[in-house]
């Protein structure tokens, strides 16, 4: 379980976060919308620790995230992460991209780490690329081995930086199908997003957040439907 | 100048030690070349990410070794630390000589390389867990070192001429057995123009070997 709790993040004198209380359940899917800049993608930031907080309180499973005592490597490993940027690691193959990560970090044995980074490889239907550098994948495919590689830890969290916003648009949907199926399987995921279709399918509830708050969060067919504020409603017209 | 008669014979006779000497500038460059790596690395790292006394004294180092001629690098290694009775072997002279200005010149290309890559490469490391050392060596060292792959070259290249150098602090180095033989035989002309030829044939070959290396190191 997720907790978050008054929640404010500054960058500089920049207000970001503005008092976020939020509670993901385990199992559930949570899709983030709101405009650019409202503060969605700080929030996945602050909740794996990448981005220190000024106030209020993070706790993943009982963890406070944000405490000083907190080993944030092991945490993190609870936890992974996909980015807008897909950020796979241009000097290694796709087989070491996704084995680099359990071999080092959670000292599998070299082989293992193999046999986990091929599955998760096949998982996400790049099982005939596992020696391909990236250079050598499309942005889809890319975005895919990132998935595997946060996969092969084994987290019990993922969350999704807009996974599919520097995508073309014919490579989104191989990578919001690989993400459908992850929620099938029944992942905890927080997926910040601008695909409104994928929120309103995929997700248990959808949050939209404006200015740095939660302006409004509930199941998908309140916020598309019958959104009670005002602003959401007006965002919603805006990106349909 | 018509009237002078070139004798090549001495500098055939002593060929032997002349290319041994060569592979002892070999050696020096090479090791002085892999401690200006790594200290170099050092360098960038602590200039790029921290503040306060670290911070000034690789700035400082940075900034002596580039901005002052090698050669006064070197006699303060040899003649300046001698003055507080520290006494280096030629040898160590010309190593450390050599390692404290590849580090200096090196870091600055490593800098330049850390900020080619992409912020995110550290974020993404990091959100698999990985602590600081790892994320280093392990994703952002090896893309730098791509990066700088050629510039580096040169400064191997650089290394293997500047360490001529060493024949004014006593060192049997290449240039310091040309001169001994060539003070000996009073053929300088002969000496020097095939000690020429030697560090010539030395770097291409240097050169060759490293582009040789890079088609075999960066697949990506």
Known sequence: MIEISGLHKYF???????????????????????????????????INGLEPIQKGRVVVDGTDVHAKQTDLNT????????????????????????????????????????????????????????????????????????????????????????????????????????????????????????????????????????????????????????????????FLAKVR | MFDYNFHWRPVIRSLPELLEASLVTLQVATLSMVIGIVVGLGLSVIRLRLRGPLYWLATAWVELARNTPALFQLFFFGFGLGAFGWHLTPYMIVLVGLSFNNAGYLSENFRGGFQAVPDTQMRAARSLGMNLWQTYTRILVPQVLRIVYYPMTNQLVWAVLMSSLGMLVGFRELSGETQFFASRTYRIFEYFAVTAVIYYVMVKFILLASRLLATRLFRY
Not at chain 1, 35 to 40: L, N, T, V, Y
Request: hydrophobic content about 40%; aromatic content about 6%.
């Open chain 1, 75 to 234: 945490l993190r490993q609870r936890m992974g992460m996909v980015f807008q940027q897909w950020n796979s690691f241009p000097h290694l193959t796709a087989l070491e991209n996704v084995a680099l990560a359990p071999r080092i970090v959670k000292k599998k044995s070299q082989s293992e780490a193999r046999e986990i980074a091929k599955r998760q490889l096949e998982h996400v239907g790049l099982g005939d690329k596992l020696k391909a550098y990236p250079s050598a994948l499309s942005g889809g495919q890319q975005q895919r081995l990132a998935i595997a590689r946060a996969l092969a830890m084994d987290p019990q969290y993922m969350l999704f930086d807009e996974a599919t916003s520097a995508l073309d648009p014919e490579l989104v949907g191989e990578v919001l199908d690989t993400m459908r199926i992850l929620a099938e399987e029944g992942m905890t995921m927080i997926c910040v997003t601008h695909e409104m279709g994928f929120a309103r399918d995929v997700s248990d509830r959808v949050a939209y957040f404006h200015d740095g708050l939660l302006e409004e969060i509930g199941p998908p067919e309140q916020i598309f439907g019958a959104a009670e504020s005002e602003q959401t409603r007006k």
């Open chain 1, 12 to 46: 500089g004198t920049l207000h970001v976060l503005r008092g976020i209380d939020l509670t993901v359940q385990k199992g559930e899917v949570l899709s983030v919308i709101g405009a650019s800049g409202s503060g969605k993608s700080t929030l996945l930031y602050c």
